[in-house]
Each structure stands twice: as structure tokens, then as C-alpha cells.
């Protein structure tokens, strides 16, 4: 993976990580690689540390630069399902109209 840097991101979980379904967890991070590593050793996000002391394995599925916190609410309210490759039924996210005013905040 690429060193990015101010970047918002996208986890998608091979499988739901609580009884609600969650299997997606959206982040910012100042050094995407960095974060990741963190997230890896169970040293970052609470669900990331569930997801793998549960074995549930993960990967990054999409990635934004020039992200900020802002940003990443906005992403966090549209919904990590919406916006993940793999499960939304828009497989062309990116040409979704909220999608482009979201990130007229990180450009």
C-alpha cells in the first residue's frame, strides 16, 4: 500500500463484527501506513481490536486523500455500506452526486 498521508479511509470486515451487522469502519488518518500498522496490532480503533481478537480478517477497501476530521464525519453519516466497493449496489460510487458534495470538503 502507498504511504498516504491526510487521508480518510475505508475498512471493510469479511464478516458482520457485532449482532447490529457493522462491517465496515470509516477513519482519518495524518499517515494511512502507520494507522494501519496500529490497527493491525490491536493498538488503534475499539472495533479493529474486537474484529481481531475475533480472527475477523479486514482490509482496506477504499481510500480518500487530502481527508480531514470534517471529512470523515461526512463519510460516516452517508455510511460505510454506501460507500464500500464490495457491498454497495451502486458499484460505481464514486459517480453518486452526495457522494461528490461530500468531498467537495477534502478537495
Not at 479493529?48 to 463519510?75: C, D, H, K, P, T
Request: charged share 30%; aromatic share 10%; net charge positive.
Amino acid at each position: 500500500m502507498a504511504d498516504y498521508e491526510n487521508v480518510c479511509y475505508l475498512i471493510h470486515f469479511e464478516r458482520p463484527i457485532n449482532k447490529s451487522g457493522t462491517q465496515h469502519y470509516i477513519g482519518f488518518a495524518l499517515h494511512l501506513n502507520e494507522r494501519i500498522a496500529k490497527h493491525r496490532a490491536s493498538k488503534g480503533a475499539q472495533i479493529l481490536r474486537r474484529a481481531n481478537a475475533l480472527g475477523i480478517r479486514w482490509e482496506v477497501v477504499r481510500v480518500w486523500r487530502n481527508g480531514s476530521r470534517e471529512a470523515e464525519l461526512g463519510l460516516k453519516q452517508f455510511g460505510g455500506k454506501n460507500l464500500c466497493p464490495r457491498c454497495s449496489k451502486f458499484r460505481k460510487v464514486s459517480a453518486r452526486p452526495r457522494e461528490a458534495r461530500l468531498f467537495s470538503l477534502v478537495r
